[in-house]
C-alpha cells in the first residue's frame, strides 16, 4: 500500500547530540513537509519542500534543517537539540500545493532529549 | 497567530451519542479540511470543505461551512468508542501566500463505551 513512512517511531538523544529523523514515501507525492506537535497542540509546520523547492517558516530556529535528496526521502535534521525539542514530529506529503489538497500524514516520532 | 482556533477543547459523550465540534479562523481561505488523530500517531484526513461549498457529508460526518462567520463544525453522528481521537481544522491563508495548512488547537473527543 502506498503510505509515509517515518524512522525511527521513538528516537532518544542527548542534550545538545545532532539527531537525524527520516521519511519516506511511496506516494509520488510533490510536497513533503515536517511538522512539530508538542503535547495537546496543534502540529506546527517547520518546513516544506514544493518537489526542490525549499520552503522555511519564519519562526523555524537555525536549529532545525531539511535535506530532500529524492521525492521519496525527507530528512530533518536537528543540530543541537535542547529539552525544548522534545516533541513529536510528523511528515507529511501532498500531491501539489496544499491549498487545494489533502495531506497524508506519517506515524511520527517521538523525541526525548535527556 | 492561530489560524483555526477549535471549540470546545475536550468533549465527553456516550456511545451513540452525535458530537459538535466547531473551528473558527481569521482570513480569506480557499478550504478547510478537517483531520482526526489517534493518540500518539498521525494524522488522518476526514473531509475537505471548499470556500464556495456550506455543507458535506461523508459516511456519520457532517461538515459546515460559513465563510460569512468564519467558521466551520464537524458532526459525528451515532458516535462510537472507536471515534475517540482528537480532531484538527486545518485552513490555507490565501492572504499570506503560503502554501500551507495552518492547524486549530484541536478539540480533544472521549466516547464513552
Known amino acids: 500500500d502506498a503510505m509515509v513512512i517515518q524512522n525511527p517511531r521513538y528516537q532518544v538523544t542527548q542534550f545538545g547530540k545532532p539527531v537525524t529523523l527520516s521519511c519516506s514515501q511511496t506516494?509520488?507525492?510533490?510536497?513533503m513537509y515536517w511538522y512539530q506537535q508538542k503535547s495537546s497542540q496543534a502540529p506546527k509546520l517547520l518546513f516544506h519542500?514544493?518537489?526542490?523547492?525549499?520552503?522555511n517558516e519564519a519562526d523555524t530556529p537555525d536549529n532545525f534543517q531539511s535535506r530532500r535528496p529524492n521525492t521519496s526521502f525527507c530528512f530533518l535534521d536537528i543540530r543541537s537539540p535542547g529539552l525544548g525539542d522534545a516533541a513529536m514530529y510528523l511528515c507529511?506529503?501532498?500531491?501539489?500545493?496544499?491549498?487545494?489538497?489533502?495531506?497524508?500524514f506519517g506515524p511520527g516520532t517521538r523525541l526525548t532529549v535527556l | 497567530s492561530q489560524q483555526g482556533e477549535e471549540d470546545p477543547q475536550a468533549l465527553s459523550i456516550q456511545e451513540g451519542e452525535n458530537a459538535t465540534m466547531n473551528c473558527s479562523y481569521k482570513?480569506?481561505?480557499?478550504?478547510l479540511q478537517w483531520y482526526r488523530q489517534n493518540s500518539g500517531r498521525g494524522l488522518v484526513h476526514l473531509i475537505l470543505?471548499?470556500?464556495?461549498?456550506r455543507e458535506k457529508h461523508s459516511g456519520r460526518l457532517r461538515v459546515t461551512l460559513d465563510t460569512s462567520k468564519k467558521s466551520s463544525s464537524l458532526l459525528i453522528t451515532a458516535s462510537r468508542a472507536a471515534d475517540t481521537a482528537s480532531y484538527f481544522c486545518?485552513?490555507?491563508?490565501?492572504?499570506?501566500?503560503?502554501?500551507?495548512?495552518?492547524f486549530g488547537s484541536g478539540t480533544r473527543l472521549q466516547v464513552q463505551p
Open positions: 507529511a506529503t501532498s500531491r501539489r500545493a496544499p491549498r487545494t489538497d489533502t495531506q497524508y
Open positions: 470543505i471548499r470556500s464556495n461549498e
Open positions: 506516494l509520488n507525492h510533490n510536497v
Open positions: 519542500y514544493y518537489d526542490k523547492d525549499f520552503n
Open positions: 482570513t480569506s481561505i480557499n478550504n
Open positions: 486545518a485552513t490555507d491563508d490565501v492572504g499570506a501566500g503560503r502554501r500551507a495548512l495552518t
